[in-house]
């Protein structure tokens, strides 16, 4: 990360003493002695607007898109224009859970031999950073409109209170609640909204979670439309 | 190296003990099992007829030309076409000596922050074998020509002759004698000569060589050309 400029490392359920360590080690580098650790990964990316994730090609049946790493590294440069963006790693043994990736807009692969595709952690995120700053030329153009995309903290809160709905409505259903809860969240990471959108969905969202609790909201509206049978 | 299909690892001057126990490690890799050990550079590549070596900014102070990774991987698998082509890395510690530098045709140099230029090896390899795996159409177009480099040996050869002919002419001072040793070396690189050419050159500096100590070849010359006051 220090080789290329990047300097805001977040860690997920780090080994504490083993960071604590690290950290306070002589030669630990800025970026590691600023680190943040969190309990979390959507709490590490609250801030961001887009998230990739780095994967090796065992992750192609997820819904997720996947990218190779030129392509993908010019989608996240672009997004990084309209807010802060992640690049998240998994651990060394088992790279990313289905639950990581279901916070992910895209995928990001290296082309690795497919023989061989699992990478040393240390070495899969060098090339990553490295084909970030491989081209000043791959950032968008400054005359290209860039969507300012949602915060992760705000998407999360549009998802928790849209999964809150669908249980409520009796869509989601316990037995398979956890699958239609990462199907929810893929679906909002393909749908990127801006803030603004974000905001405005979840208002509708709020809205009729409060008519389906509260017999009086759903009365006065049916007065108002007149919607017949409706109770 | 595993991970994007290399598989020629050449050690000079490793260290016995370790490289035996990794090689006999039950999950050792191919590519370390075949692994060949060199006792030195010039011995590693004398069958290689462009040489890269990867090396930091702290470099450019040599005549050898350097490259930003991205356009010496060009070079590089623009140079394989026409014979076997090898990167050198030096040691984690000091990186490449000027005495390797001068067997390079080519720097390649990863753009990294100015600040902190020096990089993990392992990281700085996989950066460079990406670049090169990077793209399929890096590669030179089937149309161009490519020059059929000499082997390094060759090149040596004609290195050893040649300087050789240098210190016999009084062209070589004892005193800088080793600097001019690495001057002839990459004068020889930047030539890029193909196998007849160095062959060619070979046969004149021996030709040279010989009559510079034989004065009956002098005379026999002199008299054939008529060359007022040759000895």
Known sequence: MSNFGFCDLRLVNAY???FREAKSAVNASAVLQQANCFASLPEAVHDCSWISGASGLEARDVTTPVQRLERGAI??????KGGRVALVFGSE?????????SHCH???HIPTRVGHDSMNLGQAVAVCLYELIREPDHAPTPG??????????TIDLLHSRWFSLLKRSGYAKRKVADSTE???RQLLRRMNLSTRDATLVL???????LAMSDERIRA?????WSVPGAD
Do not use: F
């Open 16 to 18: 504490d003493l083993a």
């Open 75 to 80: 989608d996240l440069l672009s997004a990084s």
């Open 93 to 101: 043994k088992h790279g990313l859970s289905r639950d990581d990736i």
């Open 106 to 108: 895209q995928l990001v």
């Open 144 to 153: 290209k409109r860039v969507q300012r995309g949602a915060p992760a903290a």
């Open 182 to 184: 990462l199907k929810l």
């Open 203 to 209: 208002g509708m969202v709020r809205q009729v979670e």
């Open 220 to 224: 006065k509206s049916a007065m108002e």
